[in-house]
């Protein structure tokens, strides 16, 4: 069993990795591999090794506040790059000449035929 939640720990850690390099393909597959593995960790454990699965578990689990927090700061910042290319885009379509998107020759380039 503790074999099992060691591997947790060291793929949550992975899984922070991966957050920060942006990698979220190896992300999905870790997140893969972890929940093949969670169901082991669900099941009943002895006396014994409780404490030490719980100690390593609260680990896992304090890493993905962590995690959460990451990708919560990614998602704020990627809306943010959005909201400025659409203000860019917007901007862009100020500069084309009145009435433009009316006239379907416009935008073609030295057409001969």
Do not use: C, K, N, W
């Amino acid at each position: 069993m503790q074999q099992v939640a060691e591997r947790l720990l060291a793929l949550a850690e992975a899984q922070g990795r991966a957050i920060e390099a942006e990698d979220f393909e190896l992300f999905v597959r870790l997140t893969d591999e972890r929940a093949d593995l969670q169901h082991v960790v669900a099941a009943p454990v002895a006396p014994g090794d409780a404490a030490a699965l719980r100690a390593v578990l609260e680990r896992v689990a304090d890493l993905d506040r962590r995690h959460l927090a990451l990708v919560q700061r990614l998602r704020e910042a990627t809306l943010s790059e959005l909201h400025q290319l659409r203000r860019g885009q917007g901007a862009l379509g100020g500069y084309a000449r009145p009435g433009a998107a009316l006239d379907p020759a416009v935008g073609r380039l030295d057409e001969r035929r």
